[in-house]
T-cell receptor, first 113, second 114 residues
Framework: AQSVSQHNHHVILSEAASLELGCNYS??????LFWYVQYPGQHLQLLLK??????LVKGIKGFEAEFIKSKFSFNLRKPSVQWSDTAEYFC???????????FGKGTSLLVTP | NAGVTQTPKFRVLKTGQSMTLLCAQD?????MYWYRQDPGMGLRLIHY???????AKGEVPDGYNVSRLKKQNFLLGLESAAPSQTSVYFC?????????????FGPGTRLTVL
């Protein structure tokens, strides 16, 4: 079965620390890859996406992600987190044979001052 | 553009009651989706639509029905609500390009079934 796995369910970092959130998927074909962020009490917002081309994609608010096809991974990174990055982060994958997104279970990030 | 809007924002139902959640988008997107979000579960697809008049089942369709009578609207119905349907419901819409599509989400509806 197709699945999306996020390795860390809860992450706590101090401000200015570096962030890396892992995401692995189990699709065999061409995929579209996404990271969404959900700030407390708000709806999902798109951070970044990968469709094709350069496997290192840059998104909003200083986030970036790298698609490594051989590892079926799409990890999210940020060099220096801020308190305002406290949120839940979701990795999502869409296979080219389907319409819907399959989401990971999410990673809750808490950034402390 | 308002993007994707959902009504209502909050609702409390008693077991067995029915209700309809409305999703509207003004981006002329072909595809629309209903997800539910539960703690520790991420988002799970309930139903989706690839065009006006068409609907299809997602991962967790039981207990829900949908209709897409107009391109801009996608309705989610609960005929007989159950406590297991307590959740936050998100609607999304998207368009497809040659290389992929991006889903845009509404603000959510928080539903509690007592």
């Amino acid at each position: 079965a197709q699945s999306v796995s996020q390795h860390n369910h809860h992450v706590i970092l101090s401000e200015a620390a570096s962030l890396e959130l892992g995401c692995n998927y189990s699709y065999g074909g061409t995929v579209n890859l996404f990271w969404y962020v959900q700030y407390p009490g708000q709806h999902l917002q798109l951070l970044l996406k990968y469709f094709s081309g350069d496997p290192l994609v840059k998104g909003i608010k200083g986030f970036e992600a790298e698609f490594i096809k051989s590892k079926f991974s799409f990890n999210l990174r940020k060099p220096s987190v801020q308190w305002s990055d406290t949120a839940e982060y979701f990795c999502a994958v869409r296979g080219n044979s389907g319409y819907a997104l399959n989401f990971g279970k999410g990673t809750s990030l808490l950034v402390t001052p | 553009n308002a993007g994707v809007t959902q009504t209502p924002k909050f609702r409390v139902l008693k077991t067995g009651q029915s209700m309809t959640l409305l999703c509207a988008q003004d981006m002329n997107h072909e595809y629309m989706y209903w997800y539910r979000q539960d703690p520790g579960m991420g988002l799970r697809l309930i139903h989706y639509s690839v065009g006006e008049g068409t609907t299809a089942k997602g991962e967790v369709p039981d207990g829900y029905n949908v209709s897409r009578l107009k391109k801009q609207n996608f309705l989610l119905g609960l005929e007989s609500a159950a406590p297991s349907q307590t959740s936050v419901y998100f609607c999304a819409s998207s368009y497809t390009t040659l290389i992929g599509d991006t889903q845009y989400f509404g603000p959510g509806t928080r539903l509690t079934v007592l």
